[in-house]
């Protein structure tokens, strides 16, 4: 029989996504779970997986194309459907409000896959090449760093469970960032050609067509100002380069970046109003506990602003492991929705495209941005008026003038700057 694969809720609110790529064509057999598809939406790049066995007979859209949720994804020629099945194909279909939860969607395929028919032949699974597993299971696995393919499954067709992911050992985490001391995303070494021989229109959708909104909007609304300051980071590049080797160990290549976020940590304590949230009619501001430091990043996607959480209850190696892992996973497309979200202040590296100052555009609702410029060897006179090579670095701070002041903005600054241009000072407040 055949029946159509109804794409799933893939994030709250999101009503439609372009098909950024198959893993399927037509006449191809799949098996349940099996990744289908790849799609963009205005937040994350998602994988699709199959909640059926079959042979695939039509695809609705070609890659590029936009997807309506609820709509059908592609059809597909099955042995048998089970109740489970038919119940969460049909919710799918019929939904026009109050749409599911991506973990609702979750559930539903969870549930499903485990009364499937064992019409599948075990050697589909193989030829797959992945685990077999729920997309619930594989976000577990995910936050745990658990390669799924080293897991014995308890499931039928050695699917595994999440009490499965219990016994599993956690992977260190093995992505290094890139070689620019403060990169956090590299540039690409072979920029898209541009066709010089006419003009060319396309559509501005995805992550670009969402920065082009926030941006607009956090101008519109914020009045911001901008603060420019160097920082003389010889001290500070040396105690990098000592503790490369160490870091490495570890899986981690060491940037610069980690002290910078380190330091950020530390001294928004003693300034509380620039880890702050200020309401729409800026008639309320909000003190926030937790320091969330966004990252900037220049991807092929577009600009993709993941956050490392929790930076001060972290170890300069933690601090490190997560920067790398998040940047490996914006340069893939792969941050989740909740990876970009609750950012509470933004670094942003121009300096790894080479430029040195910068008037960033605030990241709403936060209320500040830094932009670092590049690492420059330059002459400053020393204590004692002799010229010597100094690494230097331009930083440019953009602040929410409605609640942030120049005076506060350069206190601040300054305080930061201590740490960072002698690095020792952060050991006597280091947790």
Same mark, same amino acid.
């Given at each position: 029989?055949?029946?159509?694969?109804?794409?799933?809720?893939?994030?709250?609110?999101?009503?439609?996504?372009?098909?950024?790529?198959?893993?399927?064509?037509?006449?191809?057999?799949?098996?349940?779970?099996?990744?289908?598809?790849?799609?963009?939406?205005?937040?994350?790049?998602?994988?699709?997986?199959?909640?059926?066995?079959?042979?695939?007979?039509?695809?609705?859209?070609?890659?590029?194309?936009?997807?309506?949720?609820?709509?059908?994804?592609?059809?597909?020629?099955?042995?048998?459907?089970?109740?489970?099945?038919?119940?969460?194909?049909?919710?799918?279909?019929?939904?026009?409000?109050?749409?599911?939860?991506?973990?609702?969607?979750?559930?539903?395929?969870?549930?499903?896959?485990?009364?499937?028919?064992?019409?599948?032949?075990?050697?589909?699974?193989?030829?797959?090449?992945?685990?077999?597993?729920?997309?619930?299971?594989?976000?577990?696995?995910?936050?745990?760093?658990?390669?799924?393919?080293?897991?014995?499954?308890?499931?039928?067709?050695?699917?595994?469970?999440?009490?499965?992911?219990?016994?599993?050992?956690?992977?260190? *985490?093995?992505?290094?960032?890139?070689?620019?001391?403060?990169?956090?995303? *590299?540039?690409?070494?072979?920029?898209?050609?541009?066709?010089?021989?006419?003009?060319?229109?396309?559509?501005?959708?995805?992550?670009?067509?969402?920065?082009?909104?926030?941006?607009?909007?956090?101008?519109?609304?914020?009045?911001?100002?901008?603060?420019?300051?160097?920082?003389?980071?010889?001290?500070?590049?040396?105690?990098?380069?000592?503790?490369?080797?160490?870091?490495?160990?570890?899986?981690?290549?060491?940037?610069?970046?980690?002290?910078?976020?380190?330091?950020?940590?530390?001294?928004?304590?003693?300034?509380?109003?620039?880890?702050?949230?200020?309401?729409?009619?800026?008639?309320?501001?909000?003190?926030?506990?937790?320091?969330?430091?966004?990252?900037?990043?220049?991807?092929?996607?577009?600009?993709?602003?993941?956050?490392?959480?929790?930076?001060?209850?972290?170890?300069?190696?933690?601090?490190?492991?997560?920067?790398?892992?998040?940047?490996?996973?914006?340069?893939?497309?792969?941050?989740?929705?909740?990876?970009?979200?609750?950012?509470?202040?933004?670094?942003?590296?121009?300096?790894?495209?080479?430029?040195?100052?910068?008037? *960033?555009?605030?990241?709403? *609702?936060?209320?500040?941005?830094?932009?670092?410029?590049?690492?420059?060897?330059?002459?400053?006179?020393?204590?004692?008026?002799?010229?010597?090579?100094?690494?230097?670095?331009?930083?440019?701070?953009?602040?929410?003038?409605?609640?942030?002041?120049?005076?506060?903005?350069?206190?601040?600054?300054?305080?930061?700057?201590?740490?960072?241009?002698?690095?020792?000072?952060?050991?006597?407040?280091?947790?």
């Amino acid at each position: 029989m055949k029946i159509d694969f109804i794409l799933p809720d893939i994030g709250e609110g999101i009503i439609e996504c372009e098909l950024v790529d198959w893993h399927i064509q037509e006449g191809m057999q799949i098996v349940e779970d099996q990744s289908v598809a790849d799609v963009m939406t205005d937040k994350a790049l998602v994988e699709i997986t199959s909640m059926y066995t079959g042979r695939i007979s039509k695809l609705y859209y070609a890659k590029g194309e936009i997807a309506k949720v609820h709509q059908p994804l592609f059809e597909i020629e099955v042995a048998s459907v089970t109740p489970a099945q038919e119940q969460a194909t049909d919710k799918l279909a019929t939904t026009d409000a109050a749409p599911q939860t991506q973990d609702l969607a979750e559930e539903q395929h969870a549930e499903s896959v485990n009364s499937v028919s064992d019409s599948a032949p075990c050697p589909l699974l193989a030829q797959s090449g992945k685990a077999i597993a729920s997309p619930a299971v594989r976000r577990l696995a995910r936050e745990c760093n658990i390669e799924l393919s080293q897991v014995p499954g308890s499931g039928k067709n050695g699917r595994v469970m999440k009490e499965d992911l219990s016994a599993a050992p956690m992977q260190t *985490p093995t992505q290094t960032a890139p070689s620019h001391p403060l990169s956090v995303v *590299p540039p690409s070494d072979n920029p898209p050609s541009v066709n010089m021989s006419g003009d060319r229109s396309e559509p501005i959708k995805g992550i670009r067509a969402v920065m082009a909104k926030q941006m607009t909007q956090a101008v519109q609304q914020i009045p911001h100002f901008t603060y420019m300051e160097e920082l003389d980071v010889t001290l500070l590049d040396t105690l990098r380069i000592e503790l490369k080797a160490e870091f490495a160990t570890h899986g981690a290549k060491l940037s610069m970046l980690p002290f910078f976020m380190k330091a950020l940590a530390l001294t928004l304590p003693h300034f509380p109003l620039l880890n702050s949230r200020v309401n729409e009619t800026c008639s309320e501001l909000t003190y926030l506990s937790e320091i969330n430091i966004g990252m900037a990043a220049d991807t092929p996607l577009g600009l993709l602003v993941p956050n490392v959480k929790g930076v001060q209850h972290l170890s300069l190696l933690e601090l490190s492991l997560e920067i790398n892992r998040l940047a490996t996973a914006a340069r893939e497309g792969k941050l989740a929705p909740n990876e970009m979200k609750g950012g509470t202040i933004t670094l942003s590296n121009i300096g790894a495209l080479g430029g040195t100052v910068a008037t *960033p555009i605030i990241n709403q *609702p936060e209320v500040a941005i830094a932009a670092l410029g590049r690492m420059q060897t330059l002459p400053r006179f020393n204590a004692d008026g002799q010229v010597e090579a100094r690494k230097i670095i331009q930083v440019s701070w953009s602040g929410d003038h409605r609640i942030i002041d120049g005076a506060t903005m350069a206190r601040f600054c300054n305080h930061w700057k201590a740490y960072l241009e002698n690095p020792l000072t952060m050991l006597t407040q280091l947790r």
